[in-house]
């Protein structure tokens, strides 16, 4: 599979999907980026991997399981300590929808 | 007090022996970072009442002829991608200027129990992305070999903490090399274990499979101790190894060092090299050689493929952790302060709080792993991994450790960006594959530098980290 064709849409399309407002300039940057490191993958395809597991991990994953017990959540709260506006407990933010 | 001759051992020593104290010595560390780190600038936070307080408690406690852990006491430099609760943690970012963090590393629980002294955190390149800590959203850090060129990076502060003795030791996160670029252009010892040894609770996140928190020192026997210090299982990290580690690097046993074979892989010994990195490897092989180690040539054939996979898998990992600062936990930057909708504050807070690089890996990651590509980059890159870690198990069964170098060359300047692909592919060649396969791995100063620090690496099977650490403490040695 050679180079998908990566337009500008194509990283409006992602600056939406990953929540984040580009400038044209930002954009314009990111298109050449992106264009460039998608053509240096296309070496990837050349590797024979149909008989090759994919890894998540160098180490291999065990799953990591406790005991299913009550315990306490020494951290509520954590993180949310700047919110600017909060009401009754809960984090007040502006409309969801228009 | 003289520093530079300092060690986290002879630390150890010198207090039980009374020679000296820890307050004494935090505070001598602390003058050394007043009246070096606005040159240098590898601090982008300092906590000297706590750090007094914390001398003060050993002293206590060796008043008291209570038992002391080897830490404890030792001047530690963080970098500020680790928590510590109460105190601001940045990542290096403006996203996270004014984040609290809400509770304390796995690394920093442990060297609280141990009465560590934390001196402060170091300057990064923005969330880990970068070798050169060039990245950071606040400041530059400066080679205090050269103060026109850069620490390496991405843990660049806490390199040049070590290497400017503003710190006995500091801990930083590598992910693709960022403990060990920067020792070896800064002249320290940098080790990054086995991954799943050191608890990446409280390490914020860059790319999960990959990162591991290892330790800076003046020495290899140092980096064991502290190794020795931070290892362990922790049940906040569900990807912290379950294992019961009973060996003593920091003690090692020559006669048995001496029956590890060393192995040279071919794919690492290429042209391009500057002649400074060629010559110090020749030496450091024939350092190994004259002293009777047996030296092996190896193959590792997929080395090459290494950078394309290392450049799919990280940023598609980068874009699901960085998806967390939303302006609504954390932090939020002032741009993002007004906003009429809930999606504005994501926009703009994520639009302004990132950096270039930052926003260029999210939107890569986003790319790979987003549906009609998903398998033909992301799931492809994952089975090019294990292609890669099986080089490794096959060269691992002819060869105990593997020698290589580091980087392609000494520490660049500061600003300057190198266009051309063969440097940029060297620069980071030596380095990824190691991580990709979650090996142990240590960057050394080679002896008699010309001019600038150069390093030597040496990976090792996972979990023997007590086979680089030996071998490394042995040059050091003889």
């Known amino acids: 599979m050679s180079s998908p064709s990566i337009t500008k849409e194509t990283i409006k399309h992602l600056a939406k999907l990953s929540r984040i407002e580009l400038t044209e300039a930002e954009e314009d940057r990111i298109l050449k980026d992106l264009g460039n490191i998608l053509k240096h993958f296309e070496e990837l395809q050349s590797l024979d991997t149909k008989h090759i597991a994919p890894i998540s991990s160098g180490m291999g994953r065990m799953n990591s399981f406790r005991e299913d017990d009550a315990c306490e959540n020494t951290n509520q709260g954590g993180g949310v300590e700047l919110f600017p506006e909060k009401e009754g407990g809960a984090l007040k933010i502006p409309p969801v929808f228009e | ?478």
């Open chain 2, 1 to 478: 007090m003289n520093l530079k001759d300092l060690t986290i051992d002879s630390f150890h020593q010198g207090l039980k022996e009374k020679k000296f104290s820890a307050t004494e010595i935090t505070r001598a560390y602390l003058e050394e970072i007043k009246s070096q780190d606005k040159e240098i600038g590898a601090y982008l936070a300092l906590r000297e009442n706590s750090a007094l307080e914390e001398a003060s408690f050993v002293d206590e406690k060796i008043a008291n002829k209570e038992e002391i852990d080897t830490l404890s006491g030792v001047p530690i430099a963080l970098k500020d991608n680790m928590l510590i609760k109460g105190s601001v943690t940045t990542a290096g970012s403006k996203i996270l200027e004014t984040h609290i963090a809400s509770y304390d590393a796995g690394v920093v629980t442990r060297l609280k129990n141990k009465h560590a002294v934390l001196l402060g955190k170091t300057n990064l390149d923005e969330f880990a992305m970068g070798s050169s800590t060039e990245n950071s959203a606040f400041q530059k850090t400066k080679n205090p070999h050269d103060l026109e060129r850069v620490p390496g990076g991405s843990s660049g502060g806490s390199a040049a903490a070590v290497a400017a003795n503003m710190a006995l030791g500091a801990l930083g996160s590598d992910t693709g090399g960022s403990i060990r670029e920067p020792a070896a252009f800064s002249g320290v010892v940098g080790m990054k274990p086995t991954y799943g040894t050191v608890s990446r609770s409280g390490l914020i996140a860059m790319a999960s499979s990959l990162d591991q928190i290892g330790p800076f020192t003046k020495t290899v026997k140092d980096a064991a101790l502290m190794y020795e210090g931070i290892r362990g299982h922790d049940s906040l990290d569900a990807t912290s190894i379950k294992r019961e580690y009973n060996d003593k690097p920091s003690e090692p046993d020559f006669s048995q060092i001496k029956d590890l074979t060393i192995g040279l892989p071919e794919e690492y010994f290429v042209g391009g090299l500057e002649k400074e990195v060629e010559m110090g490897l020749a030496e450091t092989i024939k350092f190994y050689e004259n002293a009777g180690f047996k030296i092996k040539k190896i193959s590792l054939p997929h080395t090459r493929y290494a950078l394309s996979c290392y450049y799919v898998i990280m940023p598609a990992e980068v874009s699901s952790n960085l998806s967390r600062l939303d302006g609504i936990r954390y932090a939020r930057v002032p741009d993002a302060a007004k906003a009429d909708r809930l999606l504005d504050i994501y926009l703009k807070d994520r639009g302004a709080g990132f950096g270039t690089e930052a926003k260029r890996r999210i939107i890569l990651g986003a790319f790979v792993l987003s549906s009609g590509y998903y398998d033909a980059y992301y799931g492809k890159a994952q089975a090019v991994r294990s292609l890669i870690t099986q080089d490794f198990t096959r060269a691992f069964d002819e060869v105990d450790v593997i020698l290589s170098p580091v980087t392609p060359g000494p520490a660049f300047k500061l600003g300057e960006k190198t266009d051309d692909p063969l440097a940029m592919y060297l620069s980071d060649i030596f380095t990824i594959p190691v991580n990709l396969a979650g090996l142990p791995a240590i960057s050394i100063p080679i002896k008699n530098a010309p001019k600038l620090p150069i390093g030597f690496q040496l990976i090792g099977k996972p979990f023997r980290e007590a086979d680089i650490l030996g071998l490394g403490q042995y040059y050091e040695a003889y």
